[in-house]
């Protein structure tokens, strides 16, 4: 791509820069540290990986977190930042546009099982004027892939920064203009945050991505908007009594899956890639059931014995279809007493669930998202 540096002046080129540079970290970061807390999705392009300041906003945030007792684990497959950012992983990427992260969110929220996201994105597609009428359009659509993928996480979008150039500010105010009337249609559980007004030129280090006092103020204001959302700090392990929910095995990152696709009774439930498709989507009643289909995950026979199939049936109000949903993200029949399990701790596509003895294993543990 040929820039025009007359035009778009050192933003474009800070951009570049972001793009096509290593940017080495102040001290060494380790990847997949975690505290055992909620688990937070930083996703994003430069400014959420830290372009200038390794760990951007995302040190301030984390400091912040800290000193409010919030134990909190972020997560993906990115690592930097210094000693003074407790947890170094991100899903920032460099010089990357909302249809690049488009392409990558499914896998990215399958591996991370992340409760709630922080988005960031669209100043790339400004400053590359790539597409920009339809920039709020794959922002949309970005959205409604997550919301498929991750129905009960809590999503949090921001209106993106600033930028010094007059030409691509203009773009980003007429984008971020479209972006309230975007999150407004996808539920209770997607939610604006404006972080265009929490900095101002004065607070950017090249025209495009913050200094350190600009990515403080952007920490700030994350940490303003989960403070009015408490749920997004507390981890899910229980699905809600009418929520849609996808239930993904941590240790295997597949889903709880029935198999085919199948509706029909004796359809045998496995664990799969999570991919928010229909027959991944579940529904906890009142009555202790989980439903899928508007058919039931049942107990095959009612049976007790280790190895007893786990399958979908057509909803009967029996006991092999009634479960107890435990904090510690067990689902144990009431007949038996015993655990949803996938076979010998697999972790394959296809791997089949059944009954088991409750032993503590991560083969019997399920995580709501």
């Known amino acids: 791509m040929r820039w025009n540096l007359g035009r778009l002046g050192a933003a474009a080129l800070g951009l570049v820069l972001a793009a096509g540079m290593a940017v080495s970290t102040t001290a060494p970061a380790q990847a997949a540290e975690s505290n055992g807390g909620v688990r937070v999705m930083p996703l994003g392009d430069s400014i959420t990986d830290g372009f200038n300041v390794p760990g951007g906003y995302r040190i301030n945030l984390w400091q912040r977190m800290a000193a409010a007792g919030q134990t909190v684990d972020f997560v993906g497959s990115g690592v930097n930042g210094p000693a ?9 990427h460099s010089g990357w546009r909302i249809d690049q992260l488009d392409a990558n969110i ?8 992340p409760r709630t996201v922080l988005l960031h994105i669209g100043t790339n597609d400004m400053n590359q004027n790539y597409d920009i009428a339809n920039a709020p359009a794959r922002l949309s659509a970005l959205i409604d892939k997550i919301r498929a993928n991750a129905p009960q996480v809590e999503l949090f979008v921001a209106q993106i920064t600033p930028e010094t150039d007059a030409t691509l500010e203009s773009r980003v105010q007429a984008f971020n203009a479209a972006v309230p009337g975007i999150v407004s249609q996808k539920g209770a559980k997607t939610h604006l945050v404006d972080m265009h007004s929490a900095i101002t030129t004065a607070d950017l ?7 350190a006092a600009g990515y403080d103020k952007m ?3 994350w940490f303003s908007a989960l403070q009015a959302v408490p749920g997004s700090l507390t981890t899910v392990a229980v699905p809600p009594v009418g929520g849609d929910v996808v239930l993904s095995n941590p240790q295997s990152t597949r889903c709880l899956d029935a198999d085919g696709a199948g509706t029909a009774d004796g359809t045998q439930i496995q664990i799969w890639d999570c991919l928010g498709v229909v027959n991944q989507r579940w529904t906890r009643t009142a009555a202790g059931e989980l439903r899928s289909y508007g058919r039931c995950l049942d107990v095959n ?4 014995a280790n ?3 786990i399958q979908l049936w057509t909803c009967n109000s029996t006991t092999a279809q009634k479960f107890a949903f435990n904090a510690d993200g067990t689902i144990v029949g009431v007949t038996s007493g015993k655990c949803v399990d996938v076979t010998s701790s697999g972790t394959t596509n296809g791997t089949r669930v059944q009954l088991y003895e409750c032993n503590n294993t991560g083969a019997q543990r399920w995580s709501v998202r």
């Open 84 to 92: 003074s950012l407790g947890d170094h992983d991100h899903e920032g």
């Open 106 to 113: 499914v896998g990215w929220l399958a591996s991370s099982n």
């Open 205 to 211: 280090a090249d025209g495009v991505h913050p200094n």
């Open 219 to 221: 920490g700030a204001r």
């Open 301 to 304: 026979a009612n049976g007790t």
């Open 307 to 309: 190895g007893t199939k």
